[in-house]
């Protein structure tokens, strides 16, 4: 009995032990979970705090620069220093190693980029505005601030790693206890079972709270607070499901940014960055608190919104977006001006599925870019499959350029007195794999509207270069600029570069543009035609009276020559294109500038236009556009004959 008794007290004292002593792990535990998780949120504020002061000192980096505001250089100044020392906290947060990785691994950047912060600062405290700008946009500025941002998002992503798997130990030890504490409460008593219930509720809580803050953090674009492609998927999948099973419908809004490319390359990243937080922030003005928005990628983004009825519903919505993005842009003294195309994609009417509901969205806003800017357009089924071959013929024109399936072929411009060649014209033609031979009017368009003229344009010529070799140094190679390209700022200064490589003169260049290029922008088009006419090269106003006609383009341009239409040529017996030939051709001679007539075919219409006092003109007649080896070879049967490769060309026909 007595042995029981002490196997009883034993039992009890051993329980109350075992009791006190779970208790004390339980009380460690929870604080050890608790300071665990106020490690994860302080690690994720300073990275909050790091993400802001960069963004804060790009920004006053920017400003400086181009205001020399006395403020916004103190501003810089501190966040400096600011910078400086949230990563100093940071890097105490990191493990030991990842910290000492990552001094090791930044630390020449940190110094090199430290020199050239105050180098800037010193350039702006100075007033050189433009050192301090040249040292921001610079190769070198770039190169390590990029580097220590991805360092610096290592050092983050590292403290956020350990944390999680500190936590994820001190849960799983927690659950493990916790059964322990189970049985040993039903021993110990009630009391101490609400305790440890306690505890567990509020590191349970602590748990959820992390990791529903990770997960908003995994599904959020950093720059602007919107979702991210991620989080976008995420959120339409639930919303498609719930709208499904619910019947009602939903539009996903596709939202491109027009003209955001010239303001990164004016203006630095930093402030296209300043400009897609606005965007991010205008979009919120636009939509309703529930209606969800993301960055899609670059200057993409997405706005998912319930089928609305009357005025407020997507199509008013896109409407609205548009206006507001066509506003102007203030930081400062900077304005910047952009707008947006929006392309819409119907749920359930278009598609059924997030990926599908997007491609189609996108599909709508080609449509709607293809059209001009500040535009919205519906997804429509039957253009649907004309599109998708427009995509996969931009794709092939792509590879072709890569691959030189586009080659230059030459038709000669002639003198109508003579019938002596005085240039010759580049026209493109592209060897496709499986299509056999394409003229340009199969693909042209397709090239300009997806910004492909540029790079196509430049391959011919570099082509084109070589084959001047095999021509007489006396013939002059014309080449046609699209109205697109008198845009790029760089124009000039390309086609400068290609034929100096290939050690061709300037001078041998005749540069084609189209009345299209001077309605689109006169001031532009002006300087453009200015800074060739420096360079050596000639200018020719092609197909002039087709289009927008004006004598005021005669007066403010300066052209060396002025290419009558082939409409006019073609119907030159009628006496009214009679009239209007011959009303050009005497503006040109009053004006001392040159005539081409295109389109010639006939002996009939060079004589009259011969007579009328057309000096040049191209055309069948004369010969048919042709690749450059068989164009040699009718100039070396020319020279052997002594005849003219104009009349030898006609004579061949």
């Not at 509901?357 to 039957?382: E, F, P, T």
């Amino acid at each position: 009995m007595r042995q029981a008794r002490r196997a009883v007290a034993i039992t009890l004292a051993g329980t109350a032990l075992w009791t006190l002593a779970l208790l004390a792990e339980r009380l460690w535990s929870a604080e050890a979970l608790a300071r665990a998780a106020e490690r994860l949120g302080t690690v994720h504020e300073v990275a909050g705090r790091l993400h802001v002061a960069e963004q804060q000192l790009q920004q006053a980096a920017q400003t400086a620069s181009l205001t020399g505001d006395r403020v916004w250089i103190d501003r810089y100044d501190r966040l400096v220093d600011q910078v400086g020392q949230t990563v100093e906290h940071a890097a105490l947060l990191a493990p030991l190693a990842v910290a000492e990785r990552y001094r090791s691994k930044t630390a020449s950047a940190a110094a090199e980029i430290a020199r050239m912060r105050a180098s800037a600062l010193d350039a702006l405290k100075s007033g050189a505005l433009g050192s301090a700008r040249a040292l921001f946009d610079g190769e070198r500025y770039g190169r390590h601030s990029r580097m220590l941002a991805e360092a610096n998002e290592e050092l983050t992503r590292a403290s956020l790693a350990a944390t999680r798997a500190e936590l994820a130990r001190l849960e799983q030890r927690s659950w493990l206890m916790s059964g322990g504490a189970v049985l040993m409460a039903l021993l110990a008593g009630a009391v101490l079972w609400r305790r440890l219930s306690r505890g567990l509720d509020h590191t349970r809580g602590t748990l959820r709270e992390a990791e529903v803050h990770i997960q908003r953090m995994a599904s959020s674009d950093l720059l602007t607070g919107l979702d991210n492609r991620a989080g976008l998927h995420d959120t339409m999948h639930a919303r498609l499901a719930r709208a499904g099973a619910a019947g009602e419908t939903m539009a996903v809004l596709m939202v491109d940014l027009d003209r955001f490319k010239s303001v990164n390359d004016r203006h630095g990243h930093m402030v296209g960055d300043m400009v897609l937080k606005e965007v991010a922030r205008r979009l919120r003005l636009c939509l309703a608190p529930d209606d969800l928005r993301a960055r899609y990628g670059g200057d993409e983004f997405v706005v998912v919104v319930p089928g609305r009825p009357g005025s407020i519903g997507p199509g008013a919505t896109a409407e609205r977006i548009v206006e507001r993005m066509a506003e102007p842009i203030q930081f400062g003294d900077l304005s910047v001006s952009i707008g947006a195309s929006v392309g819409i994609a119907h749920f359930p009417a278009d598609a059924h599925t997030a990926d599908e509901l997007l491609r189609k969205a996108d599909s709508a806003l080609y449509r709607a870019k293809q059209g001009g800017r500040n535009l919205v357009h519906h997804y429509d089924a039957r253009r649907d499959e004309l599109l998708a071959e427009r995509h996969k013929l931009e794709q092939e024109m792509r590879e072709g350029i890569a691959n030189g399936q586009f080659v230059p072929f030459y038709q000669p411009i002639v003198g109508l007195e003579r019938r002596n060649v005085s240039s010759m014209e580049m026209l493109c033609r592209w060897r496709h794999p499986e299509r056999g031979l394409l003229t340009p009017d199969k693909f042209i368009a397709v090239a300009e509207a997806s910004g492909l003229i540029a790079p196509l344009t430049f391959a011919l010529l570099r082509a084109a270069c070589r084959d001047i070799e095999r021509f007489p140094p006396n013939w002059r190679l014309s080449i046609n600029v699209a109205p697109q390209q008198i845009e790029d700022p760089e124009l000039v200064e390309q086609l400068l570069a290609i034929v100096r490589e290939a050690g061709v003169p300037p001078s041998q260049l005749d540069i084609e543009l189209t009345e299209t290029a001077l309605v689109n922008d006169t001031a532009r088009a002006r300087a453009v035609i200015l800074a060739l006419k420096r360079a050596g090269m000639t200018v020719t106003l092609d197909d002039f009276g087709t289009g927008y006609s004006s004598l005021s383009y005669l007066a403010e341009m300066t052209f060396d020559r002025i290419k009558i239409d082939r409409s006019f040529v073609n119907t030159i017996d009628k006496p009214e294109s009679a009239k209007i030939v011959d009303a050009i051709i005497g503006l040109s001679r009053s004006l001392g500038v040159d005539t081409v007539a295109e389109g010639v075919e006939t002996e009939r219409q060079a004589t009259t236009l011969r007579r009328m006092g057309c000096r040049n003109a191209q055309g069948y007649l004369f010969g048919r556009p042709m690749p450059a080896k068989d164009l040699s070879d009718r100039v070396a049967l020319a020279k052997n004959t002594m005849a003219p490769l104009a009349r030898q060309s006609a004579n061949s026909r």
